[in-house]
């Protein structure tokens, strides 16, 4: 198993930037893909970015692409979203997933039931 720990969350004016990090425990971290969702408010979770075990390969929702970056420093253990240019509709609680690696063939995972491992999540606010 993983462990994953997020943290960075907090209070941002819109049009500011924040960068969100993942700490994982337990098994080897690149061993595994990555991704981060997002919840709002009565709103189900959603899909905001993914990279894959290497950090070769990324992919990211329509609704932050441009202004979000994903990453990940293997050696650290640690995964990142790098978030720009916020917006009030940012504002959610933010998970980092883990899944094991499969061939980049295979594209990246975009859904919630195709990750196995979630951390506790960390809230982020985007005041206008």
């Known amino acids: 198993q993983v462990q994953l720990v997020e943290s960075g969350g907090g209070l941002v004016q819109a049009g500011g930037s924040l960068r969100l990090s993942c700490a994982a425990s337990g098994r080897t971290f690149s061993s595994y893909d990555m991704g981060w969702f997002r919840q709002a408010p009565e709103k189900e979770r959603e899909f905001v970015a993914a990279i894959s075990w290497s950090g070769g390969k990324t992919a990211y929702a329509d609704s932050v692409k441009g202004r979000f970056t994903i990453s990940r420093d293997n050696a650290k253990n640690t995964g990142y979203l790098q978030m720009n240019s916020l917006k009030p509709e940012d504002t959610a609680v933010y998970y980092c997933?883990?899944?094991?690696?499969?061939?980049?063939?295979?594209?990246?995972?975009?859904?919630?039931?195709?990750?196995?491992?979630w951390g506790q999540g960390t809230q982020l606010t985007v005041s206008s």
């Open positions: 997933a883990a899944a094991p690696a499969r061939p980049v063939v295979r594209g990246l995972r975009r859904r919630e039931y195709e990750y196995d491992y």
